[in-house]
């Protein structure tokens, strides 16, 4: 499904074909009534334990253990209808669950299925920036998800990276690439990257070669050569600390 803005024409959503009716409608803002303390966690105290090691992009076992905060997302409407699929992380202090925006459009709930094949229920999401295309979503107690350390720097042209989604609906595929370049006018603010992604990747985690989530995929353009978008972490932290 291509964006709705003529500027953007050639932008085209990662869901998988049975949200392409009914999804340009939706809130600009979903709050919590409860409200969100959702903190990230300052960076010299994550746990995890991929930051800081540069080995992570070639260490498989690393690579295993971030998937395992990663998961597949089927989003199902009021009639109990699957309408759609996506990805998602662990992020913040406590955990709550991050996401594409576009991807809970029409949500009226969510089975999470992580990386051992298990799944939990998500009942709704807390904060949703449609510009930004972010979602945050409380996490339930079962989840148990470990949340993922945050880079604190944008990636630079050249940089290696990796993608861990859930394309066409199979969990937590791995693809590697590279940061193309930035996208910033006044209405956009993405990273651009080589690594392949498709359907059902929206909401996934890229990481940098420290581990570190350094975006979340968004989207790609439909008639590149593999030119995909990202939105910048440090877009999914003002969100997360609002």
Known sequence: MKRTNPKKRYLVWLLSMPVLIGLITGACLLRDPTGSDAKVLPQDTVTSPEAGNATFLSD???????????V????????????????????????????????????????????????????????????????????????????????????????DILVIGSQFGLTNLVSKGTVCGMWKTKDADWTLFSAPVSAGCSGGPVFNQDGQVTGMVMGTYEKAQNLNLAVPTDKILELLND
């Open 60 to 70: 498989p076992e690393k690579i295993e253990r971030a998937a395992a905060s990663v």
């Open 72 to 159: 597949l997302l089927e989003v199902f409407d009021a009639n109990g209808n699957k309408i759609g699929t996506g990805s998602g992380f662990a992020m913040g202090e406590p955990a709550v669950l991050v996401t594409a925006a576009h991807v809970i459009r029409n949500m009226d709930y969510m089975i999470a299925w992580r990386d051992d094949g298990t799944s939990f229920r998500i009942g709704h999401a807390s904060e949703a920036d449609t510009d930004a295309d972010i979602a945050i979503c409380p996490l339930p107690e079962e989840a148990g998800l470990t949340p993922l350390p945050a880079a604190q720097e944008r990636p630079m042209r050249g940089e």
